[in-house]
């Protein structure tokens, strides 16, 4: 099909950007839904993404297992930093995780001889199709459906709204936050690897601050009310630059506009106020 071959061609950065861009974003979601104000998921995806091309490139590693070892280090070292570091809350929690982020890029960039410094990595393999990411985004979108609905993702939504009355019915607040920043970080992780095996060519000022403000705007308009509100604000994010790219310097003023009278207007998110705008079904006849 002549069409589609152009249509890949031309596209397929962008619908492989939207799969990992959605990852991202329910990282985000993980750690917002159990109250945490973090800005560290770009400072995880870029120790994702250096981890899985390093491996691919120095020792020429297959993409899968590359990718899961760039999943497991973003996770054990958000499992070292949690425990003092999820002491705090709001923005002083923000304050902390954005200062580990500039940590990670400051590493990055002064390691030359290991991740090429501020030059970044060039030549990486382009491993990562189409049905990598759409499996990663099938398999993380289920696992958080199932445990939005489960009991313990029901804990984490107690928690947000009232930590100390969480605590008071004795739940165990640490290990629920310590839990959402860890599997947070790791899915940040598999974003990282799978976008650094489409982009051929990663450096360090992708995940410096303005990548962790974009991931937090994805699950900020998306809403946390659902996994399906974080995928909709990380397509929304991806999408919205490409969709007025025609309005030329205009771009970001519009761009900008759009994302204000989202967040006035529907404050929970996009996905509540789809959930709202939905009929209901009526009401059996007695």
Known sequence: MEWLDSFWSTYSTLVLSLGTNV???????????????TVANAAFMGLGAYTAALLTLKSGMALWPAVMAGVL???LIALAIGRPTLRLS??????ATLAFGEVVRI???NTEALTGGALGLNGIPQLSEW????AAVGMALY?????ARSRNGRTMVAIAQDETAAELIGLNVRAFKLFAFVAGAGLAGLAGG??????FFISPNEYGFDRGVEILAMGVLGGTGSPWGAALGGVLITLLPELLRGLGYYRPLINGVILIV??????????ELCRFARPSAPKAAR
């Open 23 to 37: 990852l991202l974003a329910l990282s985000i979601y993980l750690t917002l839904s159990c109250g945490l104000l």
């Open 73 to 75: 280090l973003p996770a």
């Open 90 to 95: 709001g923005v002083y929690l923000a304050m």
């Open 107 to 109: 590493v990055i960039l």
């Open 131 to 134: 049905y990598d990411v759409a």
């Open 143 to 147: 696992v958080l459906l199932r445990l």
């Open 194 to 199: 799978l976008n650094a095996h489409f982009t």
């Open 262 to 271: 989202i967040v006035l207007y529907s404050p929970k998110g996009l996905w």
